[in-house]
Nanobody
């Protein structure tokens, strides 16, 4: 199996920055694996999870409107880790942030994995 673990969340004042990380680790049963596409989502209570940013296997990035111009996603293929740099944070960015990845593995083929989320709270 492959597990995604997010980190970097926390409490920040409006206008501040946070850098979220999403590290993938796998058991021996999956063999060698890579992260193909990684997405970042966020969710607030009572609302559906919404896409924030995406980075493809080729490094092409896409951003949803809320984060355009403020958020940057990247991926370190050697470390099997993705990042979401969030600048100029607003109280409206307060949410639990999740990473989601398409994994390509040696023994289990392709499959999707979700992280457990990390809380981001932006105070006004």
């Amino acid at each position: 199996q492959v597990q995604l673990v997010e980190s970097g969340g926390g409490l920040v004042q409006a206008g501040g920055s946070l850098r979220l990380s999403c590290a993938a680790s796998g058991t021996a049963s999956v063999g060698i694996f890579t992260i193909d596409t990684m997405d970042w989502y966020r969710q607030t209570p009572g609302k559906q999870r919404e896409l924030v940013a995406q980075i493809t296997s080729d490094g092409v990035t896409n951003y949803a409107d809320p984060g355009k111009g403020r958020f940057t996603t990247s991926k370190d293929n050697a470390m099997n880790t993705g990042y979401l740099q969030m600048n100029a944070l607003k109280p409206g960015d307060t949410a639990v942030y999740y990473c989601h990845a398409l994994i390509r593995s040696q023994y289990h083929g392709d499959f999707e994995v979700w992280g457990r989320g990390t809380q981001v709270t932006v105070s006004s």
